[in-house]
C-alpha cells in the first residue's frame, strides 16, 4: 500500500494537526457508608476458595450417595398431600352445608370436648378414650359387617357415644360410661340399618335410659378444683333459692362449675351453637321457641334469668341435640311447638326438684316420642302393603280357581 501522503498548506509545509484535551468533571468524592457499602459487595462478590472446594467436595459426595436426587413423582405425591387438606379447608370455611353430617355434628362438640378436657383433666380424659374406642370400634365392626349392601348404612357410632358419655357426671363411675356408650353404639346401629327415619340421637336416649334404670348413677357430679362431689348450680338454687347465686355469671359461662363433664362450658356450647348456625343445621324456630318457653317458666316463677338461662348443660341439650335439623321431623309446623313445650318442661320441672338433668330427660322424652310415632307409622305401612299384597294373592287365586272351573 501506498503511504499516505501529509497534508500540505499553500506554501507545501506540513501541518500538524493538534488534539485537544477533553475536559472532564472530577468525580464526587464518595461517602464513607458509600466506600462501606462497595467493600461490603465485593467482599460477597469475590469467590470463597475453601468454601467453594468443601461445597464441591460436599456435591460429590452427595451425588454419589444419590442423596440430592430429583423425583418429580414425589413432588406430584406431595402437592397431592398438600391439595386436600387445603381443598377441606377452603369447604369448610366457605361451603359448610356440603360437608358430611357426622363432620358438622363433630366440629359442633369439638368446643365442649376440649373444655371438658381443660376443666375435669384426668376423669374426662378417662371417659373420652372409652367414648372413642367403643365408637371407632363398632363403626369397623358395622362397616365389615355391611360391606356388601347397597347402599351401605351410614352409623354415627362415634358422635352417638361421644354424646352418650358428654352427659355424664365426673363422679360416676367409668362403667356407667361405658354402658351409655355401649348402649348408644347400639341404638345408632340399629337405628341405621332398619328404621333409618327414625330423627334422633343414640346417646342421648342411652343416657336418659341409664339413668332411669340405675336411678340416677350417670348424674354424680364433682367439683372440677377439688374433684370430691358437690352439686350442680341449679341443686344449689334449689336448695336455698332465696340466698344470692352461689356462682357469678362469668363463672357460669365459662364453666368451672360441677355439673356434666362436656357440657358445664356456656362459652364452648354457644361456639358449637355458631357453627351449627353457620353450616345451617340449626332450626332457629326451636331454638327461639325453646327459649321462649324457658323464659315464661321462669317469669312465672318469678326465678332469676341469669341463675337459669346461664347454664351450659341446659343449651348443650337445647341447642345441639333439639335443635339440630338432623334429629327433627320434616314438618315445619310442629318445629315452634316442640321448641316450646321443651324449654317449658325443661325449666319448668325444676320447681319439683330436678336439677338441670330436667333438660336431658325432657329432650329425649321429646325425641324418644318422635321416634314412637315414626316406628308406629312404618310398622302401619308394612302392614298395610302386606295386606294389599295379601289382597292382591288371594284375588288372583279365586281368578284362576274361576278359570280351571270354566
Given at each position: 500500500m501506498a503511504a499516505k501522503r501529509p497534508m500540505s498548506t499553500r506554501a507545501g509545509a506540513p501541518q500538524i494537526r493538534r488534539v485537544r484535551p477533553r475536559r472532564t468533571r472530577p468525580a464526587p468524592q464518595a461517602s464513607r457508608q458509600d466506600v462501606?457499602?462497595?467493600?461490603?459487595?465485593?467482599?460477597?462478590?469475590?469467590?470463597?476458595?475453601?468454601?467453594?472446594r468443601a461445597s464441591a467436595r460436599w456435591l460429590a459426595i452427595?451425588?454419589?450417595?444419590?442423596?440430592?436426587?430429583?423425583?418429580?413423582?414425589?413432588?406430584?405425591?406431595?402437592?397431592?398431600?398438600?391439595?386436600?387438606?387445603?381443598?377441606?379447608?377452603?369447604?369448610?370455611?366457605?361451603?359448610?352445608?356440603?360437608?358430611?353430617?357426622?363432620?358438622?355434628?363433630?366440629?359442633?362438640?369439638?368446643?365442649?370436648i376440649v373444655a371438658g378436657l381443660v376443666i375435669f383433666k384426668i376423669r374426662a380424659v378417662e371417659m373420652l378414650a372409652i367414648a372413642?374406642?367403643?365408637?371407632?370400634?363398632?363403626?369397623?365392626?358395622?362397616?365389615?359387617?355391611?360391606?356388601?349392601?347397597?347402599?351401605?348404612?351410614?352409623?354415627?357410632?362415634?358422635?352417638?357415644?361421644?354424646?352418650?358419655?358428654?352427659?355424664?357426671?365426673g363422679g360416676a363411675s367409668l362403667v356407667t360410661s361405658a354402658e351409655i356408650a355401649v348402649l348408644a353404639v347400639i341404638l345408632e346401629l340399629l337405628r341405621a340399618r332398619y328404621i333409618?327415619?327414625?330423627?334422633?340421637?343414640?346417646?342421648?336416649?342411652?343416657?336418659?335410659?341409664?339413668?332411669?334404670?340405675?336411678?340416677?348413677?350417670?348424674?354424680?357430679?364433682?367439683?372440677?378444683?377439688?374433684?370430691?362431689?358437690?352439686?350442680?348450680?341449679?341443686?344449689?338454687?334449689?336448695?336455698?333459692?332465696?340466698?344470692?347465686?352461689?356462682?357469678?355469671?362469668?363463672?357460669?359461662?365459662?364453666?368451672?362449675?360441677?355439673?356434666?363433664?362436656?357440657?358445664?362450658?356456656?362459652?364452648?356450647?354457644?361456639?358449637?351453637?355458631?357453627?351449627?348456625?353457620y353450616s345451617r343445621r340449626l332450626s332457629l324456630v326451636v331454638a327461639v321457641g325453646f327459649l321462649a318457653g324457658a323464659v315464661v317458666a321462669i317469669g312465672a316463677f318469678h326465678w332469676d334469668y341469669v341463675a337459669h338461662l346461664d347454664s351450659g348443660p341446659t343449651w348443650f341439650v337445647a341447642g345441639l341435640l333439639l335443635a339440630d335439623r338432623r334429629n327433627l321431623p320434616a314438618s315445619w309446623a310442629i318445629r315452634p311447638v316442640l321448641g316450646l313445650g321443651a324449654g317449658l318442661l325443661a325449666v319448668g320441672l325444676r320447681v319439683r326438684g330436678y336439677g338441670i338433668e330436667a333438660a336431658f330427660l325432657t329432650v329425649a322424652g321429646v325425641q324418644a316420642v318422635m321416634a314412637i310415632v315414626v316406628v308406629l307409622m312404618w310398622?302401619?305401612?308394612?302392614?298395610?302393603?302386606r295386606w294389599q299384597r295379601n289382597r292382591r294373592l288371594r284375588q288372583r287365586e279365586a281368578q284362576l280357581r274361576a278359570v280351571k272351573s270354566a
Open positions: 462501606c457499602e462497595e467493600a461490603t459487595r465485593a467482599c460477597r462478590l469475590s469467590p470463597n476458595k475453601v468454601r467453594g452427595t451425588t454419589r450417595l444419590r442423596l440430592i436426587a430429583y423425583n418429580p413423582n414425589v413432588l406430584a405425591r406431595l402437592k397431592a398431600w398438600l391439595h386436600r387438606p387445603a381443598a377441606w379447608l377452603d369447604q369448610a370455611a366457605f361451603s359448610p352445608a356440603s360437608l358430611r353430617d357426622d363432620l358438622i355434628t363433630g366440629i359442633a362438640l369439638a368446643p365442649t372413642l374406642a367403643l365408637g371407632i370400634g363398632a363403626h369397623l365392626v358395622a362397616r365389615w359387617v355391611w360391606r356388601h349392601d347397597i347402599p351401605r348404612p351410614q352409623p354415627s357410632a362415634v358422635i352417638a357415644a361421644i354424646v352418650g358419655v358428654a352427659l355424664v357426671g333409618s327415619a327414625i330423627r334422633a340421637q343414640a346417646g342421648l336416649l342411652a343416657f336418659a335410659a341409664v339413668a332411669i334404670v340405675t336411678r340416677g348413677a350417670p348424674l354424680a357430679y364433682t367439683n372440677p378444683a377439688t374433684g370430691k362431689p358437690f352439686p350442680d348450680p341449679i341443686a344449689l338454687w334449689y336448695v336455698q333459692p332465696s340466698l344470692p347465686a352461689s356462682y357469678d355469671p362469668v363463672t357460669l359461662y365459662v364453666g368451672n362449675v360441677a355439673g356434666p363433664v362436656f357440657a358445664t362450658s356456656l362459652l364452648a356450647v354457644a361456639i358449637g351453637i355458631a357453627w351449627l348456625a310398622a302401619a305401612s308394612l302392614g298395610r302393603e
